[in-house]
Structures are given as structure tokens and as C-alpha cells.
């Protein structure tokens, strides 16, 4: 019988339950700082769907899942029996195995350094800055889910935050990846959204006022060709040539390098590689 009703209840609780029930038995430590907060990084000139992504959060509302926009500023492995699948199939116990991808839990990273452009800049430029309240249906690992963790955390059992701080990574790579679990909604779950400053008048200030939560600039990020060429072991040299040829002026920022990846005239992936030396080097 005892067998039985632990299969009932199962059965009746969701998917999102599920998994923050299983992760929680996984983890261990202190009540994580409730000033810190869960910040999800991204391009905002980029496109989901043929369609610039500010203008299609506009409508829908909501910040989905790589599994719904089929768009990553990372790996492009959310789909049936990818990377991206068998690792949330492990470390929710399956509970989203069988559910509709708008269900599944959206990635971002906790800010536990506080840093104004997010916690994660590698995966963009811009961030949403969610609310405290969701901290609570948020799960942690560390590090990165891509290299297959074994310590994670809860809002109410983070001992991620004393491991970050003791270990020493590259700054790109010095984040606790959080997993947001139902749906973030732009006009409730969203303290507001972070801006480079080289988007001013632009297009993409234009959506971003359309958006149902604050708007708020942080410094900026440029990074000069003379410095640029001065970390050819970053990314390898190659990323170097390719961005003093996009640059403008002389110089890199978000926007210009945006604009190189949407000619389609360059590799993702390379454009990609130039955007990390500029999030690396070229902050304050």
C-alpha cells in the first residue's frame, strides 16, 4: 500500500513540483541571501522565429524555454534525447520528460557577485532582473549544467554561493546556473529589464519600452581593437581578425557586433566567440 500511495501521489503532483521536490533532496546548506537575485542574460537584437526577440516577448508576454523558441545563446541541444534533454530528464528525476516544452523551466544564473550587467553576460548583453518572489520555484546547480554537476541548491539549501566564491574561473564561467520553474512573466515575475547603453534610440530601446516592466541601462560594454588583439589565446586568433574586421570605428560594442551576426554573413559561432572576448574584456 505504501508503495501504491507514493505513486498516487506522484501522479497528482506537477512536473514543476516534482522537480523542486527532487532537487531540494539534493541539496544542503543555508537559506541563500534573499537581496541576491536570479538574472536571465540575452541578446535583445537577436531573433526568435524569424522575428526580432523584444517584439515577440511583447506579445506573448513571457520568457520561454529554449525548448519552446528553439534559439540558445549557448548550446543549440534542447529537443528529444539531446544534451539539454537527458540532463533535465537526470536532474529533475524525469518530471518533464512527458510534459509540453512550455512547461519546462527557463535558465539564467544567480547574481550572487551583484554585477550590474547580470550574472551571466556571457549568454548576452542584456539581462531580466527577476523578482525575489521567484527564488522560491528556482533551482541551482554549479557548475554549468553542460559539464554535468554534482552539487546543487535551492532558495532554502545554498551552499552553491561558498563554493562559487572559493572556486577561480575564468570570468565568463563564474556563474551559478539557476532553473526558473513555471512561467516568467514579464509584468509580474520581472523587476526590470538591463540595457547596454549603445541601444539608446535605437530599435531595440523602441521594443523594450513596449515591454510591461522597467527599463534600466547599465555601463556598457566596448572593447577597442588594440585590445582586442592583445588576447589572441582567448577564443584563438581567428575570433580576434574576425572582430577588428566587424568593428566600427575601431571599436566593439553589443550593437555592432549584433548587427555582424544578423548579415548572416558570418559563422553563429564565430560571432559568438568575438562576443565573449568583448564581454570579457571590454567591461569596466
Known sequence: ??????????????????ALGHVAGLSSGPPVDPALRVTLNFH???????????????????????????????GLTAHPGGARWRWESRIFQGAYDHAPA??????????????PVGAAPRFGSAHFRLTARTLERTTFCYPDSFLEPSDFGTAERMRLVE?????????????IEAHVHGPVRLDHD???????????????EAAARRLPCPLEWHHGFRLTVEELRLHPAYRGPEYVD?????????????????????TGSHDPQAVKKVW????RFGTP
Open 44 to 74: 535583445p537584437d537577436r531573433r526568435a522565429h524569424g522575428r526580432p526577440i523584444l517584439e515577440a516577448l511583447a506579445e506573448c508576454g513571457v520568457y520561454q524555454s529554449q525548448f519552446v523558441t528553439g534559439t540558445s545563446n549557448g
Open 190 to 204: 520581472v523587476e526590470a529589464l538591463v540595457l547596454d547603453p549603445c541601444y539608446r534610440g535605437s530599435a531595440v
Open 163 to 175: 563554493l562559487a566564491l572559493a572556486d577561480r574561473k575564468d570570468a565568463l564561467d563564474d556563474y
Open 242 to 262: 574576425l572582430g577588428v574586421a566587424i568593428a566600427v570605428g575601431g571599436r566593439l560594442d553589443p550593437r555592432i557586433v549584433g548587427a555582424a551576426a544578423g
Open 276 to 279: 565573449h572576448c568583448l564581454a
Open 102 to 115: 512550455h512547461e519546462r523551466p527557463v535558465y539564467g544564473a544567480l547574481n550572487f557577485r551583484r554585477k
Open 1 to 18: 500500500m505504501g508503495a501504491d500511495a507514493d505513486t498516487d501521489a506522484d501522479t497528482v503532483r506537477t512536473p514543476r513540483e516534482r
